[in-house]
């Protein structure tokens, strides 16, 4: 089937600029997760949603970041107030949560550039 | 205190040859470990898994758990250049988040 998808491929936006980052999962995954890569690291942990709610949001780096799951399936991570540090690419994964050996399954991402 | 350590710089190996790349963690409660590989700007998609100590063999590919000394490896046989790329370790939590090394460039020469 479809594997998970991600819109806009690229964003470049304004600093202090809203921006939303839209996710959709492999369909039957109820785990979704959202993690931000910058140039040179690994992927950074931001946010799981099991179903429509936030299991752990411990990884946003503050209240300028915020992500919805509302109907269990498309989720979109939405960041107020860009500044320089947020550009990143912005990766969405799926899984559906198999256990231990839990595969997640990850989207081409988001880059977003903030001048 | 970084969670999973990927020291070794890019490595470059010639085609047809082993490829050995490294990895240590830092949380003994750590369930399962995964190898991504990542094309430049593509997302990562998956190599592997393991959650057993010992080795574990697919393809070209075989990784290797010793949760003891906290460490898991990743052997690339008969390296192609289609190989060249950067691999990231991925350790899996109990909190169902995966924490990712930086990952290692691999570079096959033909």
């Known amino acids: 089937g479809a594997g998970v998808s991600q819109t806009p491929s690229n964003k470049v936006t304004e600093k202090g600029k809203y921006v939303e980052l839209r996710c959709d999962p492999i369909s039957g995954h109820t785990a979704l997760y959202w993690y931000r890569q910058s140039l040179g690291q690994g992927p950074e942990f931001l946010i799981y949603f099991q179903g429509t709610g936030a299991a752990d949001d411990s990884g946003l780096p503050n209240d300028r970041f915020f992500a919805v799951r509302p109907e269990g399936s498309v989720s979109t991570l939405k960041i107020q107030r860009t ?24 989207g081409p991402g988001t880059r977003l550039t903030v001048l | 205190q970084k969670e999973v350590e990927q020291n070794s710089g890019p490595l470059s190996v010639p085609e047809g040859a082993i490829a050995s790349l490294n990895c240590t963690y830092s949380d003994r409660g750590s369930q399962s470990f995964f190898w991504y590989r990542q094309y430049s700007g593509k997302s990562p998609e998956l190599i592997m898994f ?39 370790c991925a350790v899996f939590y109990g909190n169902n988040r995966l924490a990712f090394g930086k990952g290692n460039q691999v570079v096959v020469i033909p």
């Open chain 1, 83 to 106: 500044e320089r540090g947020d550009s990143a690419v912005y990766l969405c994964a799926s899984s559906s949560l198999a256990g231990l050996t839990d595969t997640q399954y990850f």
């Open chain 2, 50 to 88: 393991i959650y057993s100590n010992g080795d574990k063999e697919d393809g070209r590919f075989t990784a290797q758990l010793n949760k003891a000394s906290q460490y898991v490896s990743l052997l690339i046989r008969d390296s192609q250049p289609s190989d060249s790329a950067t691999y990231l």
